[in-house]
């Protein structure tokens, strides 16, 4: 029983990081959210229930803090820290944007990071203590339900603002995300060999492996091309390249990735109208101002009032950018926080990703390895093209920033690869599991 | 890959005064409460007083108002939310728009604009011309086609720099519409005009053969002189055809030196003068005077305004011919007026040629020394011996000594191109005038008056004292 005290005690030290993070986070938040407030509705008649997202959000955290030092979690705990802060900038942000609607009965958004957070618990209990070896063999498998969800969004599916949704505005697509990721890590790790290539900067192409990718890549790809989800091939392509020099450790695949990139995007530059004029919009913005560029140059126009300091929190004017809350919602920080709140944020983020990636640095399971990489690189890759997009260094692909854009299947999406990482983050233990238990694992290995 | 963006980011949120496509889309479509394009004050444009040439409208910083309208529109140019910039309004955008780093000053209030860009300010551009010179001389040119350059010899600051006709740059859809015949009111003469000098390049033609030494008397009959080649056609003087209009005889210079040569203007003395400095000569002393090379006006923060190269066609060895047409300034040889009155600088400045100035900011530059102090001594000589006893009088005026000279330019079509060089005073200058006038006539009628009435103004403003 005292060994058992004396265990807590050891964890609730061990936790102690993403306790102070997560504290001083909150602290950030909830003055920021008091500020926006104050700025919304005065201060009469105050109603309660406006505080409610504020108390989800520390009740939510405090419950995952809890429940981890209970199960004795000892995976990653910076990393949720960082977490517990982006979602939280998230609540205030689209608290302040009117999404997170209170009062209302018909909005689930505000069930959103609850759900999220709950989704990610269960995944880390689920796969922590290396049981994430389970999705090993089903990685072909994740891969048939990606090009099923696929089709699925592509027969049922409406179009909304361009991008297909199944009814009730669920864009399940973002699933696909962690399936493919799961497959490229299970795939490659099984057929590591037939990708390092014998001569040359490519692989043997007459390698069934080789073909079998080749082949049942171009799948989901041209699904998402029917369904105009060029944010999501490009990202998807980069995890692909990505995690293919993971595996070979054959720095080709980065100059082929890139060589193909190239070609890619003339390629949806010649062939679609959607591309080239998301291209053109990119290039020469005031060509267009009025019409195509009218999103960008008010998002840039909004950083740009903005500048260094911002505006103050709530002060801003984000009705003038269009789908603001989703897809700027970058602009509007620029706007209102500054260049420097911005520079916050990106801290936060390169913290999460660096740290990510060390952790997948530390597995020792090629397949974890891999599947950790797969997770941080589409999580950066999603903020990068995100960021990028809205300050127009790189042409707007529609993708949501992580944690922080408006929309609930991207948020329990983002939670559910978090979890994966989590839970990958936990070194098995030695002294915790038996000497039996570590034989096994030692000729699983092999 | 981060970082990369976030710079990038930097370049439109925090130096997005640095880009004026994207200022013009902020006041235009921005309808946010705080907009810092809108009160972005773009800097004013000054004369060497402080006289307001180009400031903003205080209703819409959109817009530019010119207090002195179609007085500076060449020089100033102007700020445009739809048909952009011209003139030091362009070449000088960055300084004006307070993202120009060139010197301390210019650094601190960027790196101001960067901390506070809600109150963005650009940079005043004070000019070294004189507003009130600069009016004076867009009145003398009213109604005709000319340029004027007027420029201090000591240091090369431009005091009045006119071409005409002008246009409002207020109202630039009128003027950028219209489309009367070879007026072209946008066209900024003092620059890119190329005339042929006539007379006026004599000058230079007495400086090749001062330095050889020459020092001999050339016989200048009236009926002309025909240089050796194929081209058999006398040059005569223009004496010669005024008495032959009159129906009465014309005797012709007879035996005479360069002084009188220089100052009656004898074409057929300079053609044989020509003539025998030969090709070699000619062209050394064409190249040592800037011909065929662009003279810089003004180097800005974003452009730099340059004058159109002046034409000094090669002279091949045996091509007499040309010789003698290209020593009166003639032939394929043309010049802009902003040349001629370097070229004038040049001499009253006893050799030293100043780079143009326009801005305070640009420190005076040596361009060059042109020529020998004693040569320049005695063209000014020749030059005051001109407006005493020569072609022109008109300019020998009470109280101030001017030394110049007169060119009558045949045109390709229509009436002579007047040309007067001066400056003035003869002992101490401080100021060096070129004026062309399009199809003026003789030197004398049309040019000759408006630079003297110019220098006597100059001398009203103080600007003769040095």
Known sequence: ?446 | MFVAVYLYQASWQLTGFARPAFMDFMRTYSRRPINPAREMARGRILDRNGVELAVNDPSDNRLRRYPLGRVFCHLVGYRDPLFGLDGLEAADNAFLSGYSVATADEVGRFSLNILNHRTAEGNDLILTVDARLQKIAADLLKNKRGALVALQPEDGSIVALVSSPAYNPQELDTALSQSDKGASPLFNRALHGLYPPGSTFKIVVAVCALEQGFHELLDCPAQGYIPPGLYRQPIRDHEYYERQRKGEPWPGWGRIGLDQAFARSSNVFFSQLGVRLGSTKLNAIAERFLFNKPLVLFEGSSTTISAKPSQWPVLQEQDSGSCAQQAIGQGALLVTPLHMALITAAIAQNGELFAPRIAVRTPPRLLARLLHPSIAHQIKRLMRYTVEHGTATGANIKGIPIAGKTGTAQASEGEDHSWFVCFAPLEKPAIAVAVLIEHGGYGAAAALPVATELIKKAQEFGLLER
Not at chain 1, 435 to 446: L, M, S, T, V
């Open chain 1, 1 to 446: 029983m005292a060994k058992k005290r004396s265990r807590l005690i050891e964890i609730w030290r061990y936790r102690q990081p993403e306790r102070l993070l997560f504290l001083w986070s909150f602290m950030a938040i909830a003055v920021g959210y008091v500020l926006v407030l104050v700025r919304k509705t005065g201060v009469t008649p105050f109603d309660w229930r406006v505080l409610s997202p504020l108390a989800v959000y520390l009740s939510a955290m405090v419950i995952v803090h809890i429940t981890l030092v209970l199960f004795k979690f000892r995976g990653d705990p910076m990393l949720l820290g960082v977490v517990f802060f982006l979602a939280g900038f998230g609540i205030l942000a689209q608290f302040r944007m009117g999404t997170m609607d209170f009062t209302g009965s018909e909005n689930y958004s505000r069930f959103a990071l609850p759900a999220g957070l709950a989704l990610m618990l269960v995944v880390i209990l689920l796969f922590r203590k290396g049981r994430y070896l389970i999705l090993e063999p089903l990685a072909v498998s994740c891969l048939f339900a990606t090009i099923a969800l696929l089709g699925a969004i592509f027969v049922w599916g409406e179009r909304y603002r361009g991008a297909l949704f199944l009814p009730g505005n669920i864009n399940p697509a973002d699933l696909v995300k962690i399936f493919l990721v799961i497959f490229l890590a299970g795939f490659l790790v099984r057929w590591r060999r037939e990708f390092e290539p014998t001569s040359g900067v490519l692989p043997r192409l007459s390698s069934a492996a080789v073909i079998f990718l080749l082949v049942f890549w171009c799948i989901p790809m041209l699904l998402l091309l029917l369904q105009r989800d060029l944010g999501m091939i490009v990202l998807l392509n980069a995890v692909l390249i990505v995690l293919l020099f993971t595996a070979t450790h054959r720095i080709a695949y980065l100059a082929v990735g890139l060589v193909s990139a190239g070609v890619l995007c003339v390629a949806v530059y010649v062939l679609t109208a959607h591309g080239q004029a998301r291209f053109m919009a990119w290039l020469d913005p005031f060509a267009d101002a009025t019409g195509k560029s009218w999103q960008i140059l008010q998002a840039l126009s909004a950083m740009y009032s903005g500048g260094l300091w911002g505006v103050g929190l709530g002060s801003g004017s984000p009705q003038h950018i269009p789908i603001a809350s989703s897809d700027f919602i970058y602009a509007v920080i620029g706007e209102e926080l500054g260049f420097v709140g911005c520079g916050i944020v990106l801290i936060f983020y390169l913290v999460l990703f660096f740290r990510g990636f060390r952790i997948a640095a530390q597995i020792g399971k090629p397949f974890g390895r891999l599947l950790a990489t797969g997770l941080v690189t589409t999580l950066a890759c999603q903020t990068l093209l995100n960021i990028g997009g809205v300050t127009k260094a790189l042409p707007l692909t529609g993708i949501t920033l992580p944690f922080i854009s408006h929309g609930g299947s991207s948020l329990l999406t983002t939670f559910l690869g978090v979890g994966l990482l989590l839970a990958l983050s936990e070194k098995e233990r030695q002294q915790s599991s038996s000497n039996k238990e570590q034989i096994k694992r030692a000729k699983a290995d092999i």
